[in-house]
């Protein structure tokens, strides 16, 4: 069973840069799409982006201008970035694996907090 | 982008008894090969989103035989034949066949 875990800070001050990372455990990533998503009280659920096991990025066009998701296969890792942060991107960010036309293995969450 | 529109937002309902949720997308989920994508997630309070449900009704292995999924789009349904005290959470739906995958605003299910 794979499992996703998320880490990295739980505050950031407003337009800094949010970097957080994903490890996966207990499967490979090849075969597979590495995506983020968020959820936030004001705008629930929402698909940020992911990368294939090969690189190839899709991003939300909401923040494609401020989103780079990155992966390293020999870790075992993916990584969101999320630049010039405001109050807004405040939210529970999950890492996820994607496969076909769905997501079916998602981290436990970490809650981001934009504030100085 | 789709929007998915869920209804009820608000479910309450008593132990033991079925439950139906609904899903409504602004845009067709057929993909090019002929298979509609429909996900349901469920996610207890404190925990992250679980799929039940993919390809409208596939269920996801362990996922107990009263959830089920229906629906040929635009209307999409999830289906808790008899509701236990486990399922109390928030259910979405998801769409990824347009880009950017969207998701429903959620239906919260609590027990009576």
């Known amino acids: 069973q794979v499992q996703l875990q998320e880490s990295g800070p739980g505050l950031v001050k407003p337009s800094e840069t949010l970097s957080l990372t994903c490890t996966v455990s207990?499967?490979?990533?090849?075969?597979?799409?590495w995506g983020w998503s968020r959820q936030s009280p004001g705008k629930g659920l929402e698909w940020i982006g992911h990368i294939s096991d090969t690189g190839g990025t899709s991003y939300n066009p909401s923040l494609e201008s401020r989103v780079t998701i990155s992966i390293d296969t020999s870790k075992n890792q993916f990584s969101l970035k999320l630049t010039s942060l405001t109050a807004a991107d405040t939210a529970v960010y999950f890492c996820?694996?994607?496969?076909?036309?769905?997501?079916?293995?998602w981290g436990q969450g970490i809650l981001v907090t934009v504030s100085s | 982008d789709v929007v998915m529109t869920q209804s009820p937002l608000s479910l309450p309902v008593t132990l033991g008894q079925p439950a139906s949720i609904s899903c409504r997308s602004s845009?067709?989920?057929?993909?090019?090969?002929?298979?509609?994508?429909l996900t349901w997630f469920q996610q207890r309070p404190g925990q992250s989103p679980r799929r039940l449900i993919y390809k409208v009704s596939k269920r996801d292995s362990g996922v107990p035989d009263r959830f089920s999924g229906s629906g040929a789009g635009p209307d999409f349904t999830l289906k808790i034949s008899r509701v236990e005290a486990e399922d109390v959470g928030i259910y979405y739906c998801?769409?990824?066949?347009?880009?950017?995958?969207?998701f429903g605003q959620g239906t919260k299910v609590e027990i009576k």
């Open positions: 998801m769409q990824a066949i347009q880009w950017p995958w969207t």
């Open positions: 845009q067709s989920l057929v993909y090019i090969d002929g298979n509609t994508d």
């Open positions: 207990g499967g490979y990533m090849s075969s597979y799409s």
């Open positions: 996820a694996r994607a496969y076909g036309r769905s997501t079916d293995s």
